[in-house]
């Protein structure tokens, strides 16, 4: 149930940010906002789709589990020519 109400609470502030949106354009357009103020809330809404965008992505099964990372020093790549081994992968 707690997973929907986040649905459910971003499509409300999509919606809002995108009245929001709608109400300075209308201002601008008579005269009586910048161009600024027009911008800042376009942001506004571009952060909120952005935050649901990636809400969505990482929603899948497994996307909750933890995962590890090992990193190994040292060089570890061959160059694609002459198979030396090298950080930059380029022949010298």
Request: charged share 30%.
């Amino acid at each position: 149930m707690r997973g929907l109400k986040f649905w459910t609470d971003g499509f409300d502030k999509l919606a809002s940010a995108q009245g929001d949106l709608e109400t300075i354009w209308e201002f601008y357009e008579m005269g009586e906002a910048t161009e600024a103020e027009v911008d800042a809330e376009g942001e506004k809404l571009e952060a909120n789709l952005e935050a649901l965008e990636f809400r969505k992505m990482m929603s899948d099964e497994g996307d909750n589990m933890s995962a590890v990372l090992e990193i190994n020093a040292g060089c570890c790549c061959a160059c694609t020519t002459c198979g030396q081994k090298r950080m930059d992968l380029k022949c010298v």
